[in-house]
């Protein structure tokens, strides 16, 4: 037995000095469904469609043309081959975060750390995901998620497009709840019901998502109505839907990609000096429609690739493995949620310079949707 402890003990010193020196950095630049270098790479040869590409993607699509040619410009044009020209899309993040950080001096801090995981998944080259940084990005969501129900009202007057995108977004997600008094049928007097105001948070591109703890009543007629009952509220689930809409309000409120109608972002009241979130419209469209299925299904491709791949980083046995089944749901969606908007982003510009479509304008913009 003493002949085996200096084993067992260089043993574990093995074992510990090889778990400091793994690293929790996924990589993603060999995944062929992220084929954000394929938009690059295909309009490489061609300078103009180039120039339009990254202009375009260094702007939200419904700032002006005239913003778009004239911001960010630098001496020497930019090559969508070069680092400097793929990550020109986290621009429009950066300023979401850095007009937080002016509008919540005492929470725009915790936005700093997307700033690192954006630039890591960015470049081509070195694309990857640092599971250590996305994990403080989940602690991050859940925060903000915490103030909506401290500052609600404060932050539904606030300017800050963010803060009053994630509250419209978390409000859809808990069903947008109201109570009302009816008279029974039976006239027996007044009943409170709960009526559920809408089917729950719509993402852009008109998927649905709902807190699971809902009940809903549909009427199908004054005496007749179908409950459906709420499923059971599970913390991997939660977590990973919060965390899901966090991301989806900072991309949004970022990139503002026109969303198809019925989508929670169109519920949005902007303020007196911004213009409403932009409703892709069929008659004038930015895109062909069937570039915009396209778009959808390259960045749901994308979301799919990476929460496989960050999935089976951090579950099992994995030198990643975090053995928390709520922390490893909210990873691997974190992690897809960042790819889809990328491509998203990327793509409804790549087909937007390919097919010649003028780029949006403030005389195009829907009006804003009332609640």
Request: charged share 25%; aromatic share 6%.
């Amino acid at each position: 037995m003493k002949r085996l402890q200096p084993f067992l003990f260089a043993l574990l010193v093995i074992l510990l000095a090889q778990a400091g020196c793994s690293s929790s950095v996924v990589q993603l630049r060999d995944q062929p469904d992220l084929n954000r270098r394929d938009f690059r790479q295909k309009l490489a040869d061609n300078k103009e469609l180039a120039a339009r590409f990254l202009a375009c993607t260094g702007q939200a699509h419904d700032e002006p043309l005239s913003e778009r040619r004239n911001a960010g410009t630098s001496p020497e044009p930019l090559s969508p081959q070069t680092r400097e020209g793929q990550v020109v899309s986290v621009r429009p993040l950066a300023a979401v975060i850095d007009t937080v950080r002016r509008r919540h001096p005492d929470k725009g801090a915790s936005l700093s750390i997307l700033a690192n995981v954006l630039d890591d998944v960015a470049s081509d080259a070195t694309a990857s995901i640092d599971l250590d940084k996305l994990t403080q990005v989940i602690e991050t969501a859940g925060r903000w998620h915490g103030y909506l129900g401290l500052d609600e009202d404060q932050l539904e007057q606030d300017s800050s497009r963010f803060a009053r995108i994630l509250l419209t977004y978390n409000r859809a997600y808990f069903g947008d709840l109201s109570f009302t008094a009816r008279r029974d049928y039976a006239g027996a007097g007044l009943r409170g019901v709960i009526k559920v105001t809408s089917k729950g948070f719509v993402d852009r591109s008109g998927n649905a998502l709902l807190f699971p703890g809902i009940s809903t009543e549909i009427e199908v007629n004054p005496s007749n109505s179908v409950r459906i009952l709420p499923t059971r509220v599970d913390s991997q689930r939660v977590s990973a839907d919060l965390t899901r809409i966090f991301l989806e309000a900072f991309f949004d409120a970022a990139f503002r990609v026109p969303a198809v109608h019925g989508a929670t972002a169109l519920q949005m009241e902007p303020d007196s000096q911004e213009l409403p979130y932009p409703e892709f419209d069929a008659n004038l469209p930015t895109i062909p429609l069937d570039a915009l299925a396209r778009v959808t299904r390259d960045a749901l491709r994308a979301e799919a690739a990476v929460t496989s791949l960050v999935g089976k980083a951090v579950r099992g046995g994995s030198v990643f493995g975090t053995q928390n089944e709520t922390l490893a749901a909210s990873l691997e969606t974190a992690a897809g949620v960042i790819a889809k908007k990328f491509v998203e982003h990327e793509g409804f510009c790549y087909f937007q310079v390919i097919t010649g479509q003028p780029a949006l304008t403030p005389r195009d913009q829907n009006e804003p949707n009332a609640k």
